[in-house]
């Protein structure tokens, strides 16, 4: 569900083809910095109702995915 989601915000605002993103994709390689991963948490908040902090680094959609997932499992 958040790769989903996530992946959705990234073909709509950013442009990307859905077949680029996997779960090893890296961040840099789509071209996006910290404030660009602060936006999709934002974005991601709305969607799912829980705050979400970033604490950690994260270079893969992967590891962005799974740090959201267990946020989400410590707030429920």
């Known amino acids: 569900m958040i790769f989903d989601s996530l992946a ?18 890296g961040l840099r390689e789509l071209g996006l910095d910290s404030l660009d991963v602060i936006d999709i948490l934002v974005e991601l908040e709305e ?5 979400i902090e970033l604490e950690q680094k994260v270079e893969t959609v992967g590891e962005l995915v799974r740090y959201i997932e267990k946020k989400c499992q410590e707030d429920a």
């Open 47 to 51: 969607q799912t109702g829980k705050e």
């Open 8 to 25: 959705e915000i990234l073909t709509a605002r950013y442009g990307f083809e859905r077949a680029e993103i996997t779960m090893e994709t």
